[in-house]
């Protein structure tokens, strides 16, 4: 993959005309929104929310390049270097989408933070598999509540028993995210701390789809 479709994959938050958080996309289709003028730039500095055109965007590119290089990753081309923007707002959208955070593999390793939940110990995603803590074969319920992430090694163990009869225990036992666990980890990074200011408790119920 080259350093450019790299960059084009970095994650925006997406809001809708009313500043509402409703999903997360990647850069390329980001800039598509912004070039069609679907959409405009939000970047807040100093507490501020400024909004910016995408000509506008790409014409203090020189002054975000001299005084904040390593706050936004960068697309280069021949003629210019454009900054990623960290948040783009809808126009003409002004929905919120109500859905439940998805339960699927990647959302359980990252609210589990890849953390096997028996030994306590963190892997890679090619290390981990999921575990039902009480076996289906037990009456166990493919849910949430009833899934953890789980080294080979631990979940070659436990076999298709209860921690208690395999004489484990959780590290911590598993709940439903109110948010969506993936975000969670992004909002880590500091390059993404901007998106905190429009995802309050009020909007952690909607799923962040990347």
């Known amino acids: 993959m080259t ?7 970095e994650k925006v ?33 100093d507490g501020q929310y400024i909004n910016y055109d ?10 975000q390049r001299q005084f904040e290089p390593d706050a936004h990753a960068w697309i280069r081309t021949p003629r210019l ?3 990623v923007p960290k948040i783009i707002r809808l126009f003409g959208y002004d929905r919120l989408p109500r859905q439940e955070v998805k339960l699927n593999r990647r959302n359980l390793y990252a609210r589990d933070a890849n953390c096997c939940q028996y030994c306590g110990h963190q892997f890679s995603t090619k290390e981990l598999t999921v575990d ?13 509540l009833n899934l953890v ?13 209860t921690p208690r009869q395999a004489r484990m225990s959780l590290i911590r036992k598993p709940l439903k995210p109110r948010r969506n666990p993936v975000i ?12 905190k200011a429009f995802l309050n408790d009020a909007y952690w119920t909607v799923e962040l789809r990347d």
């Open 149 to 161: 992430c789980a080294c080979v090694q631990c979940n070659a163990r436990k076999g298709g028993r």
């Open 13 to 45: 938050l997406v809001l809708n005309r009313l500043y509402t958080a409703v999903r997360v996309i990647n850069a390329r289709r980001a800039f598509v929104m912004l070039f069609k003028q679907a959409a405009e730039v939000i970047s807040v500095e």
């Open 3 to 9: 350093a450019i479709a790299v960059v084009l994959q």
């Open 81 to 83: 270097h454009i900054a």
């Open 54 to 63: 995408f000509e506008t965007w790409t014409e203090i590119a020189e002054l």
């Open 184 to 195: 969670t980890l992004r909002l880590g990074d500091a390059r993404y701390r901007s998106w």
């Open 132 to 144: 039902h803590v009480t076996p289906r074969v037990l009456g166990g319920q493919h849910s949430w």
